[in-house]
């Protein structure tokens, strides 16, 4: 398998490379040459992720280096539980799927230790470390530094804006010592991504370190995140006799995207929704056809507030006109007021908490016509676990959320802040000083 860039399919590189590289030299991002048929009678009868994937992914690594050691990467990544579970019966036969029951709590730890466990096995080559350098809106941040902290050979630079995240993302970035160091820039999100994006091209800097990426353009976070997909669409298929329809919660598109693979690759996926929240980009882009990216706008669903998601490039090489998607796929736009009224109605209803993530999600079920709901088996995607953000879940629900094991952990230790200024010569000199 060879992996082409999404504007010039004429360069093709092997898996390890484009995980390395991060995204293609034409700025254009690394997808596979094609998407061969999963072996899905061969993956049914496991519920074990890490077999799934190695069944799944095998083409994928086919030719690379890396092509024996799938199943050690696999095993590694995937030591933790993704759940099917039945989600408010009391108003209808759906699921939920689980993605937050990793070490920070959030459906990226997926991807992060997917990349990590692949990255610690091509590095090794003795020329100094690998610096990831990570801009984070919140939950990546958190989950790249659990998936590298410790690792020889590699160093992690975050880059989050002071004031800008939840105050338990927060403590997910700065509870780290040794190999990872986390910055509180004194300006936005955007800040943090000109800050890395001018890293990634000053070349004097680029000669005297190796600086890698870890978001969510790199393929590395996407085939794993299609493996729990697989997964969960067999699970519904043999629980419950139908394909299955996947409601994402979406932001940068990385996780849909890697939903819409498994449907290309012939997993029962029958129907997908992207659950935007009030980022509107995508849902109007559905509507009218017109791509109009604009800058992101906060809500309480953060770590999906993006205004021009990368991943659509990706999309469009999937599907390549607005006819051809709209029929695939379905977006909407779901405000911080419905976000919020759906975690409280849903608490009252089912006495499940949500994050508000997931109710992005929840709400685009409620608002399915009837005939959508009986086509398929839909399946609500939980991305983070309520007990993240407190602030906003607590009220709602009228209760405290105990947090669970892996974040309580994480919440024990020390943090360690610094802030830098929004300037691309005071990260080189932090980036050089250590
Ligand atoms: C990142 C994130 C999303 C959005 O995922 P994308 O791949 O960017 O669309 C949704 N929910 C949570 C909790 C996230 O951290």
């Known amino acids: 398998m060879k992996y082409v860039s999404t504007r010039d399919a004429g360069a093709r590189v092997p898996l390890s490379r484009a995980l390395v590289e991060g995204i293609a030299a034409d700025g254009g991002l690394y997808v596979p040459e094609r998407l061969p048929p999963a072996p899905v009678d061969a993956m049914r009868g496991t519920d074990a992720l890490a077999v799934i994937a190695e069944r799944l992914l095998a083409p994928y690594f086919e030719d690379d280096p890396l092509a024996g050691q799938l199943g050690a990467i696999a095993a590694e990544a995937f030591d933790f539980p993704v759940r099917l579970t039945p989600f408010g019966q009391e108003t209808g036969d759906r699921s939920m799927l689980q993605l937050f029951h990793g070490p920070t709590a959030a459906f990226k730890d997926l991807g992060a230790r997917f990349l990590a466990a692949s990255m610690a096995r091509i590095a090794g080559a003795g020329a100094g470390p690998v610096v990831i350098l990570v801009a984070t809106s919140g939950d990546t941040g958190g989950a790249v530094a659990a998936a590298f902290h410790g690792r020889p050979g590699f160093r992690v630079v975050l880059l989050y804006p002071a004031g800008g995240v939840a105050a338990l993302q927060e403590r997910q970035l700065t509870c780290w010592d040794g190999n990872v160091q986390s910055f509180a820039v004194r300006g936005s999100f955007d800040d943090c991504q000109r800050l890395a994006k001018a890293a990634f091209a000053d070349a004097a800097l680029r000669q005297r370190l190796r600086l890698s990426s ?221």
Not at 291 to 300: D, H, L, N, V, Y
Not at 310 to 320: A, C, G, H, I, T
Not at 330 to 349: G, H, P, Q, W, Y
Request: glycine share 6%; net charge positive.
């Open 214 to 434: 870890a978001n969510s353009i790199n393929i590395g976070r996407l085939l794993p995140q299609a493996v729990a997909f697989a997964h969960a669409s067999l699970r519904v298929r043999e629980l419950h006799g139908q394909d299955a329809g996947f409601i994402v919660p979406s932001g940068n598109l990385g996780h849909a995207l890697a939903c819409a693979w498994a449907r290309a690759m012939g997993l029962p996926i029958g129907g997908i929704v992207l659950a935007h929240n009030a980022n509107r980009t995508v849902p109007d882009y559905f509507a009218t056809g017109r791509w109009q990216p604009r800058p992101s706008i906060a809500t309480i669903a953060n770590a999906m507030d993006v205004g021009d998601p990368s991943n659509m490039e990706r999309l469009r090489s999937l599907y390549p006109d607005h006819q051809h998607l709209t029929a695939a796929l379905s977006a909407l736009s779901v405000d911080d007021d419905a976000i919020r009224a759906r975690i409280r109605a849903e608490a009252r209803a089912s006495g499940v908490a949500l994050c508000p993530h997931t109710a992005v999600a929840a709400e685009a079920w409620h608002r399915m016509p009837a005939s959508t709901r009986r086509r398929l088996h839909w399946v609500v995607v939980a991305t983070a676990h309520p007990a993240k953000f407190p602030e906003i879940v607590e009220p709602l629900v009228g209760r405290a959320l105990p947090p669970p094991p892996a974040l309580a952990g994480l919440l024990d230790r020390s943090v360690r802040r610094e802030e830098l200024d929004a300037d691309p010569g005071a990260l080189r000199d932090r980036l050089l000083a250590a």
